[in-house]
């Protein structure tokens, strides 16, 4: 009896307190580490399991000692129970593991790398936490998130509501150098980017933004288009961008985690399983997502597009469809 009343109350302590797990797989590295610590200092993150083939434990000691209230684990393939203890329970998981790019590589050239990595992950996360919200960052995106799909269909658990490829860098980057040119708050520049994450798979839609007439500034069209080869120029064979994308990556997680607490009208755009091109033999395609409680809720159309922008598009669709073809055959294969 007294047992039983124990039980019940701590399972009702735990839901009341919404736990949310969130694990960090490839913690150790350049976007792994200001990730970890972003998500430390992220309220409705209650766990944190930091997994990397080194060094996570004592990623994991260091930031355990950030005076927030979360727990943090971390995890190595031989210690504290590897990846299946790092991803029990966990309701987000974001997959920052893999190589870089150098100067002259284009994201295509880290397939031969990452894409084993990647699929082993997610043979990980399908066996360990088939429900998770699975945020996939490593390159090549328009690739990756293809195979994580296949791996989960092969296991039988492919929910396509909750895998999504972590597109937000280039909205954030639109954002901030439309604000450069404008000198105005980033925070009031709203700029929808759809297609893929990639070269001309990257498609900045400002015919829907504040400023229509930039559509027609190439060279902005093509900073966002080519922002990723800024930061790997400027780093110079040290790697590429991980400050922005460890923020972008925390807005990603955060934005998950606020709708699965209930809240409404949460949109972030994210490379997902999307009708919208399917026709096309697209089935993958980065457009404003809605988030629920259940991952997507609704994908929205891209609603109008002015002449520029439809060639952008026009080339897009080619580039992805080879990606997204070849993640596919990898898991296949
Ligand atoms: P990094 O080399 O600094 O870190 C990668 C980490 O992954 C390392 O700590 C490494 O030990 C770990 N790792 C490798 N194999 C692993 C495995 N099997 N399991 C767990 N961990 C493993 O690289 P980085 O700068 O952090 O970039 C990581 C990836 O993110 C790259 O592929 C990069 O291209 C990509 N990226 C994507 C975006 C985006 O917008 N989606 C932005 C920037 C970078
Ligand atoms: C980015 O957009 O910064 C990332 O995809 C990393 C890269 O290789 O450019």
Do not use: W
């Amino acid at each position: 009896m007294f047992a039983a009343g124990f039980i019940q109350r701590r399972a009702f302590s735990a839901s009341a307190r919404n736990l949310s797990k969130v694990a960090v797989l490839g913690a150790s590295g350049g976007i792994g580490q200001p990730l970890s610590l972003l998500l430390k200092l992220n309220p409705k993150v209650t766990e944190l399991s930091l997994y990397d083939i080194r060094g996570a434990p004592g990623v994991a000691a260091d930031i355990s000692h950030v005076n927030t209230k979360s727990t943090v684990r971390g995890y190595e393939p031989s210690s504290g129970g590897g990846l299946a203890e790092a991803l029990k329970d966990a309701k987000v998981v974001l997959i920052p593991a893999g190589v870089p790019r150098k100067p002259g590589m284009t994201r295509d050239d880290l397939f031969n790398t990452n894409a084993s990595i990647v699929r082993d992950l997610a043979k990980a996360c399908a066996e360990h936490c088939p429900d998770a919200n699975i945020l996939v960052i490593s390159n090549p995106v328009n690739s990756t998130v293809p195979i994580c799909a296949e791996v989960f269909k092969a296991k039988g658990v492919y929910n396509p509501k909750r895998l999504f490829g972590v597109t937000t860098l280039d909205v954030v980057r639109a954002s901030r150098f439309v604000s450069e040119i404008k000198g105005s708050d980033p925070a009031d520049e709203n700029i929808t980017v759809v297609g893929g994450h990639s070269g001309v798979t990257i498609v900045p839609l400002f015919s829907q933004s504040n400023h229509p007439e930039l559509s027609s500034n190439a060279d902005l069209v093509k900073r966002v288009q080519f922002g990723g080869d800024e930061v790997v120029k400027a780093k110079d064979g040290a790697g590429s961008a991980t400050l922005s994308m460890a923020m972008a990556g925390a807005r990603m997680a955060e934005s998950v985690l606020r709708a699965a607490a209930g809240e409404k009208g949460v949109v972030e755009p994210s490379f997902v399983d999307s009708p919208l091109y399917k026709d096309q033999g697209i089935d993958f395609f980065s457009s404003k997502v809605e988030l629920g409680p259940n991952g997507v809720e609704k994908i929205h159309p891209l609603g109008p597009l002015d002449a520029v922008e439809e060639k952008l598009l026009e080339a897009c669709l080619g580039d992805l469809k080879k990606n997204i073809e070849k993640g596919v055959a990898f898991t296949k294969a």
